[in-house]
């Protein structure tokens, strides 16, 4: 009787260490997506300046090409067909 007892005793003990294991794997796991997540918002937020600078310099070229195009229609013409040939 006192064996099975102290087997049982053991049992409990190892089954309470491996639910002590669980939780601190658990705590781990979510710390790490935690991590990744705020990597994730950085580089989403990096992105977002690096494309709103690209979008401001695209609007002054598109302003300076309408520009051009009023000052001098024949040369906006011809820069127009050679854009659309050998840029593609």
Do not use: C
Not at 54 to 78: C, F, H, Q
Request: aromatic letters at 14%; proline letters at 1%.
């Amino acid at each position: 009787m006192k064996k099975a007892l102290e087997r049982v005793g053991i049992f409990f003990l190892f089954v309470i260490f491996l639910v002590f294991l669980g939780g601190f794997y658990l705590g781990t796991r979510y710390t790490d997506n935690k991590i990744g997540v705020d990597s994730l918002q950085h580089k989403v937020d990096s992105l977002h300046d690096e494309n709103f600078i690209i979008g401001v310099e695209l609007m002054r070229w598109e302003s300076t090409i309408d520009w051009y195009r009023e000052a001098n229609p024949k040369e906006a013409k011809r820069l127009e067909d050679w854009r659309s040939q050998n840029t593609e």
